[in-house]
């Protein structure tokens, strides 16, 4: 049986700031010089997105979802605060190359100033991409 080769990018994003909306705009720009590599996988760091209002205003999943569809291209979100169920995790979606979400991992252990602005997450799933 033929071994195959899966390539990843990882996608260093500096936050701006004063801007969520600049900085997914950035983040989706890069990842796509990444997907125009013909990588399988795309992730992202954790706390990427500015941080001062919690969770971000706009979310980065659609345009994230959207490059994944377009290229084919699975996509780790990093981990980046959002409301989930109506709780506020870190969270860090995975997205599968069809642009769907295949699921989220919730950081477990929380660092610092994580645990005022969300709850741990207690598993570590596995997802199939």
Known sequence: MA???????????????????????????????????????????????????????MSPLPGLQSLAEEYGVAVVGGAFYERVKGVVRLSSPVIGDDGEIVGRQFKVHLFRFEGKHAKPGNSYPVFQL
């Open 3 to 57: 071994k195959k080769i899966i390539r990843a990018a990882a996608v260093q994003v500096k936050s701006i700031e004063t801007s969520v909306e600049e900085t997914i705009f950035r983040a989706v720009k890069l990842a796509k010089k990444a997907a125009e590599k013909e990588v399988d996988i795309i992730c992202l760091p954790e706390h990427w997105l500015p941080e001062k209002v919690i969770p971000a205003p």
